[in-house]
């Protein structure tokens, strides 16, 4: 109702006399209590209430029309519980009821037996004569109607009454109209916190699975639905998400195919998910660029009313499951990528060295027994220290390439920058790859001994210094077709060397690195040696770098 049917109401009210002070009073008071507070249920009482005690009716009630037209709703006030309990049913708007939903005006009517519309009352309605309704309107459309019978001061409703209700019936449609924007204000208020909640836990490394179930618990309790149900659909293969309640197993189903959502009979959907007398479900696709891969299935006991905001924050957190699906699965082959990005490089350091260092060793055991088999026999003691260095180096060799496997498997079970980052040899891995990612060799990478055990954490920092400064120099100015990094501790001493074929250091370079590397070796009881010499023509040059220092007396932090 607008101001206009205000002032029509309050001009009738002034036609028919009623300028006692006392109704005036109490029709003031009346339309200010209805104006009160904004819990849609709440007015509603309060609208029959104040609408039975300004005209002195014994019943009252207020019905609110539903979507097929009867009453969704019927509120009521002075049924005893004894006479509620023997009524069989409360009006369905059937009757005079319906009359005044299907022709919104107010109505007075002495007997009510006698009117054409009647059509008696449900078995145990208590006996009514008088009766008296009126419509509320809002915003152009009948909302419900008020209700009243039994005048007691009198015989029958007057046309003040008439007048006062319809005065009534505007405040209540004001009422009504502040309840409802209230309540979708704070339906679209709870949607968003959960959109907002919800949709940054990805980016906050909460688990999608987590995730999931978290919104399906959130939709229940704002749809007060029996169960909802975050089904995926992966070429053709069906998966619970995430659901609440007990879990549910699923087979081949079927789902509405449709691309909206829709709101079905139970019958409609696969058994499984039909629990605790639900009857009603509402199908939710879930989209992504492809096209819908998944539903929001929620089931109700009772036909939902998807009003705009209800639909519209469904519609979000379809979104925001969609949005969660999809980051997981770019997570994971982001994932998947880096791993095999980091087996390639495993392969290629099991390339470079593991391969040709066993090639080398082939060819050192195929020279010799080339020359057993010619009949060159150790006759000599000198030849005989020959072949039993020739040996010797095998061997050496033999140990330091099992080593490089050892260093490859173990990279092969960890992954950088994820877990294990706190051990000495995922540390060292780091650094190595992270050194060599653009340069065109690789650096073999050798361990011996407990090295993530018996190495105090103090002197990580050191470490990653000789690493960092030894690496640099091999990999800028060595120009080496082999650079070594060697971390031992035994003996309770811990050694990192770096050594390389290059062209050596010149005797006229200086290199300030390597006296901050001599002060942090003296500084945990150390030393640092240099040993290089110049690549020539009939021998091969290199550098090695060897920085030790002793494991007892050192600082565990």
């Not at 195929?366 to 006759?379: C, N, P």
């Not at 690493?467 to 080496?480: I, K, Q, T």
């Not at 990192?496 to 001599?518: A, K, Q």
Request: charged letters at 25%.
């Amino acid at each position: 109702m607008n101001s206009r049917g205000l002032n029509e109401a309050l001009d009738a009210l002034a036609r028919h006399g009623a300028d006692d002070p006392a109704v005036l009073r109490d029709l003031l008071e009346a339309v200010l209590v209805v104006g009160q507070g904004l819990e849609l249920d709440e007015a509603l009482q309060r609208i029959v209430e104040m609408a039975t005690s300004v005209v002195d009716a014994r019943y009252g009630a207020l019905g609110v029309r539903g979507p097929d037209g009867g009453l969704s709703a019927f509120v009521n006030t002075g049924l005893s519980k004894a006479q509620r309990a023997r009524m069989e049913h409360l009006p369905i708007g059937r009757g005079v009821l319906g009359l005044l939903i299907d022709h919104p005006q107010v109505l007075r009517i002495p007997e009510l037996s006698k009117h054409p519309a009647s059509v008696g009352f449900p078995e145990g309605h208590p006996p009514m004569h008088t009766f008296l309704g009126a419509p509320i309107i809002v915003r152009g459309s009948v909302f419900g109607s008020i209700y009243l019978t039994e005048k007691q001061s009198a015989l029958e409703f007057s046309e003040v009454d008439e007048t006062l209700v319809a005065v009534l019936a505007v405040a209540a449609g004001i009422a009504v109209d502040n309840a409802r924007l209230f309540e979708r204000a704070r339906t679209r208020h709870r949607w968003m916190q959960v959109l907002a909640r919800r949709g940054s836990e990805p980016l906050a490394g909460i688990a999608l699975a987590d995730t999931l179930s978290r919104l399906c618990s959130d939709v229940a309790e704002l749809t007060d639905a029996v169960d909802v149900f975050l089904l995926t659909d992966e070429a053709g293969e069906i998966t619970v998400a995430g659901h609440t309640g007990p879990p549910v197993v699923v087979g081949d189903m079927v789902l509405p195919a449709r691309g909206s959502r829709s709101v079905v009979i139970a019958d409609e959907v696969p058994s499984e998910l039909i629990r605790r007398d639900a009857a009603w479900v509402t199908v939710q696709p879930l989209q992504r660029a492809a096209g819908a891969f998944g539903w929001i299935v929620i089931t109700h006991r009772s036909r939902p009313d998807w009003d705009d905001e209800a639909a519209s924050g469904l519609a979000g957190v379809a979104e925001v499951a969609s949005l969660s699906v999809v980051y997981a699965e770019q997570q994971q082959v982001a994932r998947d990528l880096e791993v095999l990005e980091d087996r390639h490089r495993i392969a290629r350091d099991l390339h470079d060295h593991v391969i040709q260092r066993l090639f080398a060793i082939g060819m050192s055991v195929q020279t010799m027994l080339a020359a057993h088999a010619a009949g060159q026999h150790m006759e000599t003691e000198e030849a005989e220290r020959a072949t039993t260095a020739r040996l010797e180096q095998v061997v050496t060799d033999l140990d330091r390439t099992i080593a490089q496997i050892r260093t490859s498997i173990f990279d092969l079970q960890t992954v950088p920058g994820l877990h294990d980052t706190t051990t000495l040899r995922r540390r060292v891995l780091d650094i190595v790859s992270e050194l060599a990612t653009h340069a065109p060799i690789s650096p073999g990478v050798q361990f011996a001994g407990p090295v993530d055990t018996v190495v105090p954490e103090s002197l990580g920092p050191h470490i990653d210094a000789v690493l960092r400064e030894g690496l640099s120099n091999a990999l800028r100015h060595a120009d080496a077709e082999h650079i070594d990094v060697s971390v031992r501790a035994d003996d309770g001493v811990l050694s990192v060397e770096i050594s390389d074929d290059g062209v050596g250091i010149g005797s006229d370079v200086t290199y300030r690195g390597l006296d901050n590397l001599t002060r942090r070796a003296e500084e945990c009881d150390g030393v640092f040696n240099v040993v290089t010499s110049p690549r020539g023509k009939r021998h091969a040059g290199g550098t090695t770098l060897t920085w030790s220092v002793p494991l007892t007396g050192q600082s565990p932090q």
